[in-house]
């Protein structure tokens, strides 16, 4: 009898080791069948039942590789020869909003950043602002990932509005996309850094994760979605409306933004101020506005923002 098995979006090399350690490994605990992996396609021969115990025992450990980003020889032997549902189940380590990249932890690191978690898990929509460095947006994207690895959601959507500060948008080399992406570059930092590049690669083209400019919102309705719109300073109030009123059955959106970047006309109101005016005591509506204490970045740019806000007030 012979079987096959498709890893997707999954490289192998990280999966099974330099020169496929992590696969000798597996075969120990299968002396009686004959494992082979050709890429990503897992081939297996040898008795019907021991068979299905492989393919359960391998799902177990793509599941713990995606949801961790990382597989070692420990993983490998807990869960193969122990309750690997009851590892994967085990392993929500407190704080951790999910794992990164070659299993690296992202958490809350600030009180606010705590509080911003909170707010999303028990509202449908959330207002997060505050100065650079203070992790709204990375937060933001950590929980989108967290949504749908847990299946909570179908597709993760980031926007901006493509709001020129000082550059001029039409004088960028490239067709449209190649103009827009570095207004959305942050957005696809903090996305590789939770998903590995050839997966997060994979996800973009079949649509599972778009970014696209606020523009691009437009005539749709978001649903089964996790939608961060950042930069949201920069939207006019007509912007905003058109983004809010986007909002399906079964999403969650979060809006970030800093007031003290924005780059609007000065005659321009900014969406991001009249939203958080107008919506701020409606239910199901979360508000955090972070501040200097919770800037993650070097330390100098904490003393920066302090230097700025005392000469603007």
């Known amino acids: 009898m012979e079987r096959k098995i498709e890893i997707k979006g999954i490289s192998p090399l990280e999966f099974f080791g330099v020169n496929n350690a992590k696969l000798k490994q597996i075969r120990t605990y299968f002396p009686k069948l004959k494992i082979i992996a050709r890429g990503n396609i897992i081939s297996i021969k040898g008795d019907e039942e021991v068979m299905e115990q492989f393919e359960s025992k391998f799902d177990l450990l793509v599941r713990h590789f995606n949801k961790f980003n990382l597989l070692t020889d420990r993983n490998i032997e807990e869960i193969i020869k122990e309750d690997g549902i009851k590892l994967l189940d085990n392993k929500k380590a407190f704080n951790v909003i999910v794992h990164g990249n070659h299993g690296s932890k992202i958490t809350a690191k600030t009180i606010n950043q705590h509080r911003m978690v909170d707010l999303i898990e028990s509202n449908d929509m959330v207002f997060a602002v505050g100065p650079a460095g203070t992790g709204k947006t990375y937060t933001a994207v950590a929980l ?24 001029h948008l039409g004088f ?9 992406d ?3 570059m942050p957005l696809y930092d903090a996305l590789r850094d939770m998903i590995p590049p050839e997966k997060l690669a994979d996800m973009i083209e079949y649509g599972i994760v778009e970014i696209a400019p606020l523009a691009f919102m437009r005539g749709r309705t978001l649903d089964k979605a996790f939608v961060i719109l950042d930069e949201a300073q920069n939207t006019t109030t007509m912007q905003m409306k058109m983004f809010l009123t986007r909002m399906g059955k079964s999403a969650k959106f979060v809006v970030t933004g800093d007031m003290s970047q924005v780059d609007l006309p000065r005659q321009q109101k900014s969406g991001l101020m009249f939203a958080i005016e107008k919506l ?3 239910e199901g509506i979360g508000i955090i506005k972070m501040g200097s204490i919770d800037v993650m970045r070097n330390v100098l740019v904490n003393k920066i923002i302090n230097a700025f806000e005392t000469e603007e007030n």
């Open 144 to 167: 989108a990932v967290r949504a749908l690895k847990a299946k909570e959601v179908k597709r993760i959507i980031l926007t901006r509005p493509a709001v020129e500060s000082g550059e």
């Open 172 to 180: 960028l080399p490239g067709d449209l996309k190649e103009k827009l």
């Open 182 to 184: 570095p207004y959305l």
């Open 280 to 282: 701020q005591k409606l």
